[in-house]
Structure formats: structure tokens, C-alpha cells
T-cell receptor, first 112, second 112 residues
Framework: QQQVKQSPQSLIVQKGGISIINCAYE??????FPWYQQFPGKGPALLIA???DVSEKKEGRFTISFNKSAKQFSLHIMDSQPGDSATYFC???????????WGAGTKLIIKP | DVKVTQSSRYLVKRTGEKVFLECVQD?????MFWYRQDPGLGLRLIYF???????EKGDIPEGYSVSREKKERFSLILESASTNQTSMYLC???????????FGSGTQLSVL
């Protein structure tokens, strides 16, 4: 019940296309859903995050869509660029819990 | 600019050695974390600390210990390194709980 399942494991998208990464969870107590971006040789960095009181959050080309009833959330990258090539992690946590539960990661490659 | 510094980028140790991984943050953050990152498994929390001299076990504390004598420094200790501890180790800090973690660049530890 503590798991966050992330898919796909890897993704190749043409430049200018839309990249979509999905995550699913079971624990209905989760109330914070961040996405982190990790470039090779670097630690992950917070990209965007959402709480379940909204169904969508947009920051530039990055959008989180949240479906509370389906217990799913997804990251959409519009107009994907080669510089977006990285590994993306979804995560979830509940309340003031210090522990984030992480997805397994998605390696995204944007082809020029 | 925010900075989390891990002492070594690469480390090679022998089975049975005692290993120290050091992490320093310059943001006056209360919370610090140690994760290990393995392909296909995402990030798994080893230990975290929400105050000086305070520590809490994460999901996989076995074989590890930590020390936080000063607010800015959080050390991970492998008492007797084993080959299954070969991994990427990531240190992170945050101002408030699990929101917006700042990660170091990681230490790739190989235990032979």
C-alpha cells in the first residue's frame, strides 16, 4: 500500500512532442505529490508538485494532472526539448511525514 | 545559491571496511536525509535527521548508522561494508519536512 508505481521505465519522444509519465498509488492518505528531475551526474531536483485539492498544476511546459478517484497522477511535458532528457521520479507522502515514497523512475530521451 | 555537498563523487572500498560518507549543507536546513539509489528501485530512505543529534530510521537502515553533531553536517556510516551496499548514495536537506528536498550530486560507492 506504500508503493508508488511509475511507468514507463523509459520513453523516447521526438523534439516538439508531448512526453507523458504516469504514476499510481494505493494509500489514500497521500496528500503531496512531487516530481523530481535528475540529470546524469547530479542529484534529483524538484520540478513541480501538486496537492489533491486541485486536478492540475502547470508551470511553463510542465503540467501535473491529478486524478484522485483513480489514484493516479501524471507529468506532461509539452513541446519536449533535448534539454529535457533526464530521469524523472514521481513521489508521494502524507501529512507531515518525513518520508517520501518514490517511483522507480523514467528515463526520458528527447530525439532532436 | 543553495548547496548540498557530498565529500566524494566516487569511492571504492573493500568488504568489511568501515566507510564514512559526509554531507554538508549551507542552507541552515533543519532536516537532512540519506538515500540510496539503485536502478529500477527509485530512491530508498536510509536515515533522516530533523535536528542536531536526532535521527530516525528510514526504510532500509540495516547495515548503516548516521551521525549529526552539527546542523550543517550529516554523516552516513557503513560499519562493515558489504558488496550489496554497492550503490549511489544521495544526501538531501530540506527546510520543512519532505517538501522541496535539495540533493547533493551523490557518491557512487563500490564495495569489492
Amino acid at each position: 500500500q506504500q508503493q508508488v508505481k511509475q511507468s514507463p521505465q523509459s520513453l523516447i519522444v521526438q523534439k516538439g512532442g508531448i512526453s507523458i509519465i504516469n504514476c499510481a498509488y494505493e494509500n489514500t492518505a497521500f496528500d503531496y505529490f512531487p516530481w523530481y528531475q535528475q540529470f546524469p551526474g547530479k542529484g534529483p531536483a524538484l520540478l513541480i508538485a501538486i496537492r489533491p485539492d486541485v486536478s492540475e498544476k502547470k508551470e511553463g511546459r510542465f503540467t501535473i494532472s491529478f486524478n484522485k478517484s483513480a489514484k493516479q497522477f501524471s507529468l506532461h511535458i509539452m513541446d519536449s526539448q533535448p534539454g529535457d532528457s533526464a530521469t524523472y521520479f514521481c513521489a508521494a507522502s502524507s501529512g507531515s511525514n518525513y518520508q517520501l515514497i518514490w517511483g522507480a523512475g523514467t528515463k526520458l530521451i528527447i530525439k532532436p | 545559491d543553495v548547496k548540498v555537498t557530498q565529500s566524494s563523487r566516487y569511492l571504492v572500498k573493500r568488504t568489511g571496511e568501515k566507510v564514512f560518507l559526509e554531507c554538508v549543507q549551507d542552507m541552515d536546513h533543519e532536516n537532512m536525509f540519506w538515500y540510496r539509489q539503485d536502478p529500477g528501485l527509485g530512491l530508498r530512505l536510509i536515515y533522516f535527521s530533523y535536528d542536531v543529534k536526532m535521527k530516525e530510521k528510514g526504510d532500509i537502515p540495516e547495515g548503516y548508522s548516521v551521525s549529526r553533531e552539527k546542523k550543517e553536517r550529516f554523516s552516513l556510516i557503513l560499519e562493515s561494508a558489504s558488496t550489496n551496499q554497492t550503490s549511489m548514495y544521495l544526501c538531501a536537506s530540506s527546510l520543512g519536512g519532505n517538501e522541496k528536498l535539495f540533493f547533493g550530486s551523490g557518491t557512487q560507492l563500490s564495495v569489492l
